[in-house]
């Protein structure tokens, strides 16, 4: 009898101990085939963390896709006040060097610990992967690490150039985000039709589906095959998932995730114009009052909110050009005051945390409610 009271008592205590993780048993399958080492990742050009605290990077000079299990699974719904300045600056300084050497490639909020990670390329060529602690830093190994990985079939060439001699491999992989068990990743891909779209279900085995994407360009007047999806978010609409991406300069055009299928060409429909001279650098959704909004920040414009509803009503497909230079159509936006937001993500389900560019050049880290946005 005491033999089985021990063990009733042991396995209610394995049970609180997962449960604090925010970890159950049937969840821990998805990093039981990965291994310990040094992946030997060159570069983080994408981030987006999945289930268990795996973050995935996307690293596009080796077209590959790493899937990392930062053991970061504390669950916790406190959300910090953050306004870190000069965050550049901290970054560089931690790493021993100045802000001319550094880029801050992407940001990620693990949505289980809240800890906020970012990808920093040194300019010697080295990724750096760092935890944000309170205003200082942690550096995440990167060569002894439990992971996975797959590579890019077909990916843009290393060596490929477009017509103002400008690298094309940095585009292998644009974004990516994981959605409902699979990794999906824009880019471009060595084909006559460059822009890809890829669904790689995870766990990572051989299986990889891509095709090729085509949308119409209003500011340029014409059908474009080869510049790539820059950020994407997934929304649903009429019960069916779609992939809503934006391009630069700046077309946000809409494809049925069902529709896109290993080695085909889908053409999507544009919904918006919102602006030549602009490239989109990064997408959030969030709801407030029951209703669903998206924020999209850019390189030229301030951060752009566009309502669910209005993305919903729109059942148009746009295949007129927009002639005049800056002039928007289609889908409504509205301005926010946020110019210059480099990086953003969901905090928690009321919180953003971005990174922007102040008008005195000073690069302030911030969290706001999304009752302000």
């Not at 570069?43 to 896709?65: H, R, T, V, W, Y």
Request: proline fraction near 4%; aromatic fraction near 8%; glycine fraction near 6%.
């Amino acid at each position: 009898m005491r033999k089985k009271i021990l063990a009733l008592a042991l396995g209610a205590v394995a049970l609180l101990t997962i449960s604090a993780t925010g970890i159950t048993k049937s969840e821990s399958s998805l990093t039981e085939g990965f291994i310990t080492g040094n992946p030997e990742i060159s570069s983080i050009n994408q981030m987006s963390f999945g289930p268990e605290g795996i973050l995935f990077l996307g690293d596009s000079k080796n077209a590959m896709i790493y899937a990392l299990n930062t053991e970061d699974v504390k669950p916790t719904n406190e959300v910090a006040e953050v306004n870190i300045g000069e965050f550049d600056k901290k970054i560089a300084s931690s790493l021993g060097t100045s802000t001319e050497n550094i880029e801050i490639s992407d940001m990620a909020v693990n949505p289980i610990s809240k800890n906020v990670y970012f990808a920093v390329q040194v300019a010697d060529g080295t990724p750096v992967l760092l935890k944000l602690k309170g205003e200082e830093f942690e550096n995440v190994s990167l060569k002894d690490v439990s992971y996975s990985k797959i590579a890019l079939k077909d990916p843009i060439g290393s060596e490929a150039k477009d017509r103002r001699e400008r690298p094309l491999r940095t585009w292998a992989i644009s974004d990516l985000k994981f959605h409902k068990g699979k990794v999906l990743v824009s880019g471009l891909s060595n084909k006559e039709f460059g822009s890809t779209f890829r669904s790689i279900p995870f766990p990572f085995n051989d299986s990889q589906e891509y095709g090729s994407l085509e949308i119409w360009h209003a500011a340029h007047g014409q059908y474009e095959t080869h510049a790539p999806i820059k950020t994407f978010d997934v929304i649903e609409l009429d019960n069916v998932d779609y992939l809503m991406a934006s391009y630069t300069c700046t077309p946000l055009v809409l494809f049925r995730l069902d529709e896109l299928k290993d080695g085909k060409h889908t053409k999507g429909r544009t919904v918006a114009e919102l602006g030549a001279g602009n490239s989109p650098l990064d997408m959030v959704s969030y709801k407030k009052d029951g209703k669903t909004y998206f924020l999209m920040s850019n390189s030229s414009r301030p951060v752009m909110r566009i309502k669910y509803e209005d993305i919903a009503n729109f059942k148009d497909t746009m295949t007129e050009p927009v002639t005049v230079f800056a002039e928007t159509a289609g889908v409504a936006y509205d301005n926010l005051p946020f110019p210059y937001v480099l990086q953003m993500d969901n905090l928690d389900a009321t919180h953003i945390i971005y990174l922007q560019r102040q008008s005195d050049g000073d690069l302030r880290l911030r969290v706001r409610s999304t009752e302000w946005m």
